[in-house]
């Protein structure tokens, strides 16, 4: 099976011929080509030649077009602060005083010099993809953009305090992501990661998701013209799972803070899990170790198709060496084999 | 009023419901009966520590946390005043965010720590070198550091290795959270999983010291 089919058949719930993986590096490829993070994410050239690499190196079952979250930050104008040893993030936020919601302008992915370097990456990938590997993109969540348009405490008090203005900055940031997901998918994006941490259970109340994050993933994820999966970046998801299903979305991200076989359970035969390695944890993983973590994860999740293996947080951290990131390809391959017929043997 | 007749859960189902009105009732009705700094340990930290475990638990959201800190905050900003005892300055703590723009952490445990009465040296966003000069020129006891990032984790050990012996270092923060080990491997003395435990840190160092 190519890495396509095999995503394919696992998210209509069948078995395919092994468990897939998305292996999450992204900054691993400046490693690959042996770049400071920096020259390597601000170029199209380098992102796509590293993702071509990290496939032949940890054969994961996906290109992953994402350079950093800031990103879209930065497309709103905001500063980027670059690290030598961890992905870039955002500077100070760029609305700083709330009243500027009423004038904010979103701006346009096709003409954003950073955005459009990234439609280069998805297309090049998708180029060298040619149909037989999922190039998947990612786009901040309108209702997690804020967090760093305004910064956390800010945020939280407007929506707790100024419900008109959060409504019109969500209607501001839900037209950039459609805008946004639309131009990946044009550009060859087979898949678009909507990362939505805020609604995670870890940031916001359910009854409050409910009457915000919810209706805003509805929304967006309806216009979305492609497969999506809903990215809480390692929060909880449990409480709010049905929630998350009714969105019409194809893909749950899985928290390593909670337990990944009832995750399945609720989700066997709706949606796809993905998840659910801990990417902190995996720094000072042995081999044993991470065959051991694979291995349960699998077990717990991989019957019955449905499943993609994948870190928890969708960014393995830089400092996670590559000897890590080898056994658990290695341990994808010998424990991940359908039909998993160890599983019921060990469980027996 | 015995300490087993403060109205705990009350106090309780008022912060968690925002709602500032019942909260500051309770707490004025506690301090007609009882010193200021009396009623704060004996209500407002407890309640602030089960909402920092229900969060822990899952149970709880960070806005409530946030809310319910600030509005803590609030209210012992106007009981304290009136004390005789004032507040709570020894240890000497200090907080700092390491690196991040990204101050919801600290914020949380400003919030506590200022509603359980004690005074704080808030520092800010600072850079390592920053903060061990100030640590050092206000002879703070206890460095209390937030992060967000791995990388900016990592850099607690650069603070240790640079402050006198006797200042003793909580982190807290995701990476520290999500990997359990971390705040040992960089030298730190503890590690809050919530905001809230920042105040049963101080009381082991302070335990550790006697
Ligand atoms: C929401 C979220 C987002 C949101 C907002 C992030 C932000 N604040 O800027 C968005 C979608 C924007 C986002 C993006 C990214 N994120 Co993010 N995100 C999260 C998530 C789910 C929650 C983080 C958060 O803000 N929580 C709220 C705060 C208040 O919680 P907290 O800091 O943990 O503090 C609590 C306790 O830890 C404690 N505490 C904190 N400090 C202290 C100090 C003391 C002394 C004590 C006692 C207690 C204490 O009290 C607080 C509550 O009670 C975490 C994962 C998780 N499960 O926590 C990842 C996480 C923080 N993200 C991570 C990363 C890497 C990123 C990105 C860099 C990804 C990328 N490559 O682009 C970007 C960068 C964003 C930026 N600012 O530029 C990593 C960071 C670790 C690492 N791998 O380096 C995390 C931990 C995910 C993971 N599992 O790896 N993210």
């Known amino acids: ?32 080509l042996d770049l400071p993070l920096k020259d390597y994410f601000t170029s199209s050239k380098n992102v796509i030649e590293g993702q071509v690499r990290l496939k032949e190196h940890y054969g994961g079952d996906f290109y992953y077009a994402v350079l950093y979250a800031a990103i879209e930050a930065e497309a709103f104008g905001q500063d980027v602060r670059w690290c030598d040893n961890g992905p870039a993030t955002a500077g100070a936020p760029g609305i700083r005083n709330i009243e500027e919601i009423r004038s904010l302008e979103a701006p346009d992915p096709r003409t954003t010099p950073c955005l459009q370097r990234v439609l280069e990456v998805i297309a090049g990938l998708a180029e060298r993809a040619a149909g037989e590997t999922p190039v998947v993109g990612l786009v901040v969540s309108p209702f997690s953009l804020p967090i760093m348009q305004l910064g956390f405490e800010r945020y939280l008090r407007l929506t707790y305090e100024h419900r008109d203005l959060f409504w019109q900055l969500m209607a501001i940031n839900e037209a950039f992501c459609v805008a946004w997901a639309e131009a990946q ?11 939505d941490p805020a609604s995670s259970p870890t940031v916001t109340a359910p009854a409050v998701f409910r009457e915000t994050g919810l209706l805003i993933a509805k929304r967006t ?8 999966a809903i990215h809480l970046a390692s929060g909880r998801c449990l409480p709010i799972l049905d929630e998350l299903i009714s969105t019409g979305t194809n893909m749950v991200s899985a928290s390593a803070e909670e337990d990944l076989a009832e995750t399945k359970a609720r989700c066997a035969g709706r949606v796809t899990v993905v998840g659910d390695l801990n990417g902190l944890a995996m720094r000072r993983w042995t081999a044993e170790d991470a065959e051991a973590a694979v ?18 947080h969708g960014e393995i951290p830089w400092q996670v060496p590559d000897s890590v990131l080898e056994a658990v390809r290695d341990a994808v391959d010998r424990w991940g084999r359908y039909p998993l017929s160890w599983v019921d043997d060990e469980g027996d | 009023m015995g300490i087993a007749a403060l109205p705990l859960a009350d106090f309780e189902a008022a912060l968690l ?65 009136a004390s005789k005892h004032r507040r709570i300055n020894s240890p000497r703590v200090a907080l700092a965010v390491l690196d991040d723009y990204h ?18 040296l808030d520092c800010g966003r600072v850079e390592p070198e920053e903060l061990i000069e100030r640590v050092i020129a206000e002879q703070v006891d206890v460095v209390m550091l937030s992060v967000l990032m791995l990388p900016a984790a990592l850099r607690v050990r650069e603070v240790v290795l640079a402050l006198p012996q006797h200042v003793r270092v ?27 435990d920042a105040l049963s840190i101080l009381r082991s160092f302070a335990e550790l010291a006697a």
């Not at chain 2, 101050?103 to 704080?120: D, I, N, P, Q, T």
């Not at chain 2, 990476?175 to 919530?194: H, I, K, N, Q, S």
């Open chain 1, 185 to 195: 998918i044009a550009a060859g994006a087979s898949a678009i990661a909507y990362y």
């Open chain 1, 221 to 228: 994820l309806s216009r979305i013209p492609a497969a999506t």
């Open chain 1, 295 to 312: 291995k349960s994860a699998i077990a717990a999740a991989g019957r019955g198709g449905g499943f993609i293996l994948a870190d928890n």
């Open chain 2, 170 to 196: 909580a982190v807290g923060g995701a990476p520290f959270r999500l990997d359990p080990e971390l705040y040992r491997e960089v030298g730190a003395d503890a590690m809050g999983r919530t905001a809230s």
């Open chain 2, 17 to 81: 419901g925002t709602d500032r009105v019942a909260a500051g009732r309770i707490l004025e009705a506690v301090c007609a009966l009882e010193q200021p700094l009396v009623a704060v340990e004996g209500l407002v930290a407890p309640v602030l520590e089960r909402i920092g475990a229900g969060w822990e638990r899952g149970e709880v959201a960070l806005a409530q946390v946030y809310m319910s800190g600030l509005i803590c905050e609030e209210l012992v900003e106007e009981v304290l005043p």
């Open chain 2, 103 to 120: 101050m919801l952490g600290k914020r949380l445990v400003h919030s506590v720590l200022r509603a359980a009465g004690y005074e704080v």
């Open chain 1, 1 to 32: 099976m190519t890495s396509a089919e095999r995503v394919t058949a696992a998210i209509s719930h069948q078995e395919p011929d092994r468990v897939p993986l998305f292996m999450t590096t992204t900054m691993h490829g400046a490693r690959e």
